[in-house]
């Protein structure tokens, strides 16, 4: 099962004040609007979202359909069909995409020690 790209999302207390940090770290906006108190971020491969008011805790992000820079893949395993094979080895979801539906869409699910993932795909 290919999830596709990977980053963390961080349930930031000020946006400003994070962007500022992490640009000391390197990283550097690639994405999002702080005026909307989210922002994508990269330092080479690695990416993480800051989202200020957006989410309670930090949690794993995995989006269907691209690459690590956000590119469109021409062929990925949708995101309904990740679901529905989780769906099948028992695997609890917090929410769930409309299997009916296509394009963009996710779901939520949460692992044994509490740390929510998100499989949000955009194509």
Same mark, same amino acid.
């Given at each position: ?44 491969? +690695? +990416? ?11 949690? !794993? ?11 469109? !893949? ?13 769906? +099948?080895?028992?695997?609890?979801? %917090? ?14 699910? +949460? %692992? ?5 993932? !998100? ?5």
């Amino acid at each position: 099962m290919n999830l596709g790209a990977f980053s963390v999302s961080l349930a930031v207390k000020d946006i400003a004040a994070s962007k500022a940090f992490y640009e000391k770290l390197g990283f550097a906006e690639v994405g999002g609007n702080i005026e909307q108190n989210w922002l994508i971020m990269r330092n080479d491969k +690695t +990416t993480i979202g800051l989202f200020q008011g957006m989410f309670e805790k930090n949690m !794993l992000t995995f989006n269907p359909g691209w690459d690590a820079e956000c590119n469109t !893949l021409a062929e990925f395993q949708d995101v309904r069909e990740i679901q529905k094979n989780l769906k +099948t080895e028992g695997v609890k979801l %917090d929410t769930e995409a409309d299997e009916a539906g296509d394009g963009p869409a996710s779901f939520a699910l +949460t %692992d044994p020690d509490g740390n929510p993932i !998100l499989i949000d795909q955009h194509v």
